[in-house]
């Protein structure tokens, strides 16, 4: 089935351990991006990728890492995780060249920092 | 600073009518857009809108008021599997989305 894949699914973590999201694409969207989503908060972009070789910071990128090694990847790195980065993660990719700027969005990783 | 606001929570009843509002502070516009989230579910996109006017599509419909700072998106001949949170979501000037926190819709029957 063609679109975005996430792992883990949810994932409870101690403090202080490191933890890598993983992400991948197979509809050669050139951008990608990752979120979390907390309650009552709207989506927060933590980093970017508009191609292959390229990061950027999104609002929210402390304590977290990205790379893109290729097109169809993004890892996201939490090096020490902490409690306040218990949330839905969602990672998300976009054709730039569809002038809309629809985004197509993973199922969510869950991950619970004890 | 950048905001979008839109009421947390909503009730309708199945076969009603209901418009969801939005309004945007945000350094420039280039779009917005409506996302559908059923819960423990991702995202899906439901419309965009760049110029003034209303967009219908099937049962929704969503429009846009750029001068106001103003959309809503409307959901015709409800459905029970309409129960889900509706986020709106702005394009800034950087084309960076700018995320409201959602409209949680529930539907009775």
């Known amino acids: ?114 | 600073g950048q905001n979008i606001d839109q009421p947390t929570e909503m009730t309708a009843t199945e076969g009603a009518i209901v418009q969801i509002n939005c309004t945007y502070q945000t350094s420039g516009f280039n779009g917005l857009f409506w996302y559908q989230q059923h819960a423990g579910e991702a995202p899906t996109f439901l419309s965009y809108n760049v110029l003034d006017g209303l967009e219908e599509k099937g049962r929704f419909s969503s429009f846009l008021s750029r001068s106001k700072g103003y959309s809503y998106l409307l959901l015709k001949e409800l459905q029970m599997k309409d129960s889900a949170s509706y986020l709106c979501a702005v394009s800034d000037s950087n084309y960076q989305l700018i995320w409201g926190a959602g409209t949680k819709l529930i539907i009775k029957p």
Not at chain 1, 30 to 48: E, K, P, S, T, V
Not at chain 1, 60 to 81: E, H, I, K, M, W
Not at chain 1, 86 to 106: I, K, M
Request: hydrophobic share 35%; aromatic share 8%.
């Open chain 1, 1 to 114: 089935i063609a679109g975005i894949t996430q792992a883990p699914t949810s994932q409870i973590l101690a403090a202080g351990r490191r933890m890598t999201l993983r992400c991948t694409q197979d509809m050669r969207h050139n951008a990608m991006y990752w979120y979390r989503q907390d309650l009552g908060l709207g989506l927060r972009l933590i980093h970017y990728s508009n191609t292959a070789g390229t990061t950027g910071k999104g609002e929210v990128p402390d304590g977290y890492s990205v790379s893109r090694a290729n097109t169809d990847d993004f890892p996201l790195t939490l090096a020490s995780a902490v409690p306040s980065q218990t949330s839905v993660y969602f990672c998300a990719s976009s054709d730039p060249t569809d002038n809309t700027g629809e985004l197509f969005f993973g199922e969510g990783s869950r991950l619970t920092v004890l």
